[in-house]
């Protein structure tokens, strides 16, 4: 549905929040967020193998994560996919094309933040861009956590500006925006 054009990588690589080394002060920042804006169930989005292991590590799984099996480009390592497969919930597997939001993607995203269970995406392709339909379909006072390659995890605490940042972004994607923009937006079926 959606494909990254060449153009905009480049604005795509400063990270859209914090970023952590530590997942216990990341969780703490999470926590203080959701706090912030009156959410005393806080939602923790996570996009990446490693950066949804390293939570799990630190005491909480995410309550919707994205996963592909790969850490920059490379399959992950034995140690984290046992951490993966012993994730509770629902599992889903979609496909998602690497540069690109597959409307299977979009939609399964909007589901899992919808629910009431845990939720793991299994990614055939890439997960890379689900960070930005993550941040658009969660609640004000939630949390996106992805990997920032060779630095850490961002902590991106979702409220409007941030949430407008990534819409912004999205809607100079190549593709159908205005379809992908409104499954994001609620306004679709999806």
Known sequence: MLSLPESLRSELKPPLGEIYTDPTALLTAADEHAATAG?????????????????????????????????EREPVDDEINAILDDLAGRRVAVENEPGTLSESLLATLKDAIASDDRVTISVEGEEDLAALPAILLAARGASVVYGQPGEGMVHVAVDDAVAETARD??????GDTEAALAICDGSADA
């Open 39 to 71: 959410d005393e169930a806080p939602t923790l989005i996570s996009v990446g193998d490693v950066v949804t292991a390293h939570l799990v590590e630190a005491g909480r799984q995410p309550d919707v994560a994205a996963i592909d099996g790969r850490t």
């Open 169 to 174: 972004l999205l809607a100079r994607f190549d």
